[in-house]
């Protein structure tokens, strides 16, 4: 049978987006492979799908799947593309704020307007255990030894695992291998989103994020976030951050420690289509 999907991005971070709301999607990780394949296939870095709520405080579920088939916990880009599909599919006001339910824990989302999307993306979390991070205690930073190269990183989880690593250059070489070999790194048990952060001042910064299950994209909420906790906890960048990342821009809003983190960015329809493949 043919599989109706919403082509979709957020700064370039890209989607398909299945509507599920009569029941979980059945797809293996292989078919979710041949899917994602950007010269066969529909071509994302991410599969979303919106299902039926999995508690009565929520009004929608949502499942993410990376391009190799893999699971993932959390998407910032992603829901933002799922709260403006709901929008647009009737179901979520403009202005208004609904919960939907990640894998990872609720979400809260307000449509700012048919293409703007404000999302409660939580309170980050840094104990080690938790990321997961093999680390002896929590620190505002790690010494890690990377394909033959020691680097300093902060490592922190926004429902998946981040490792934050400040360099004066993103267009540096040694970044197209250090990222993969670090997302595999033994020390991420579960492996891990390598960020790379370039900061221009304490209110903007640059961003390149090599994503576990997808490698390098065009942009990453989560790692815009991950970004932004891990350098305010260090006291390096103000409460409000734009970063910039090669798909666009994102908005960034932390007070501190213990307090949840707000994004802010866009969600782009691009188009429809079926999926006729097995």
Request: hydrophobic share 40%.
């Amino acid at each position: 049978m043919a599989l109706r999907f919403s082509k979709m991005h957020g700064s370039g971070n890209d989607f398909a987006v299945i509507d599920s709301r009569s029941g979980a999607l059945a797809l293996n990780p292989a078919s979710i492979r041949a899917m994602a394949d950007r010269h066969t296939g529909i071509g994302f870095d991410q599969l979303l799908s919106v299902e039926p709520a999995r508690d009565g405080a929520s009004a929608f579920y949502y499942g993410i799947w990376n391009a190799d088939g893999s699971p993932s916990g959390q998407c910032g880009n992603g829901v933002r593309c799922v709260a403006a599909w709901l929008q647009r599919a009737g179901v979520l006001a403009i202005g208004e704020t609904a919960q939907v339910q990640s894998p990872s824990g609720p979400v809260a989302v307000r449509v700012v307007d048919a293409n703007r999307v404000t999302v409660d993306m939580g309170v980050p979390v840094f104990e080690p255990a938790r990321i997961p991070f093999n680390a002896t205690q929590m620190a505002d930073r790690y010494s890690i030894e990377v394909d033959g190269q020691t680097l300093d990183i902060g490592a922190v989880s926004m429902g998946n695992p981040h490792a934050v690593v400040v360099v004066d250059d993103l267009l540096a070489p040694a970044l197209a291998r250090l990222g993969p070999a670090l997302t595999a790194h033994t020390r991420f048990p579960e492996g891990v989103n390598t960020g790379f952060v370039q900061k221009l001042s304490p209110q903007h910064v640059r961003l390149r994020v090599h994503e576990r299950g997808s490698g390098w994209t065009l942009a990453c909420g989560t790692g815009a976030c991950a970004a932004m906790a891990v350098l305010r906890r260090r006291g390096e960048v103000d409460a409000q951050v734009r970063v910039d990342l090669p798909g666009g821009t994102l908005q960034i809003d932390w007070v501190g420690p213990g307090e949840r983190l707000w994004m802010t960015g866009p969600a782009t329809f691009v188009y429809e289509g079926e999926w006729l493949g097995d």
